[in-house]
């Protein structure tokens, strides 16, 4: 069992930058972001692999989110810059340790969610 804590959201300008954290209780081979708005499906936005260091974004946040993680610390950053009203939404950390050491955009390859934390993008 892996537990995840997320932290960083809440209410930003549009154009503003917002880093979101996740802390793990364990090491971990893939950490992954999505995000979930009001009335939409949970979708994908960026996953790191502990092995190499490889990432994959969702073309949606791609050249504007920057996922990193510490692996020391076992933690996993998501730098949001140039927000958009479009990226309000709950924002989840989750982790994987049996889809293989590579990035997965596969919510149902993702084993433990954290409980989310919530980005609203307002002027």
């Known amino acids: 069992q892996v537990k995840l804590v997320e932290s960083g959201g809440g209410l930003v300008q549009p154009g503003s930058s917002l880093t979101l954290s996740c802390q793990a209780s364990?090491?971990?081979?893939?950490q992954g972001w999505f995000r979930q708005a009001p009335g939409k499906e949970r979708e994908f936005v960026a996953a790191?692999?502990?092995?190499?260091?490889?990432?994959e974004y969702a073309d949606s946040v791609k050249g504007r989110f920057r996922i990193s993680r510490d692996n020391v610390n076992d933690r996993t950053h998501l730098q949001m810059y140039r927000l958009k009203p479009d990226g309000t939404a709950v924002y989840f950390c989750?982790?994987?340790?049996?889809?293989?050491?590579?990035?997965?955009?596969?919510?149902?390859?993702?084993?433990?969610w954290g409980q989310g934390t919530q980005v609203t993008v307002s002027s």
């Open positions: 790191i692999a502990w092995f190499d260091n490889s990432v």
């Open positions: 364990a090491r971990t081979y893939v």
């Open positions: 989750a982790v994987t340790n049996s889809a293989g050491y590579t990035t997965t955009r596969a919510s149902g390859d993702y084993e433990y």
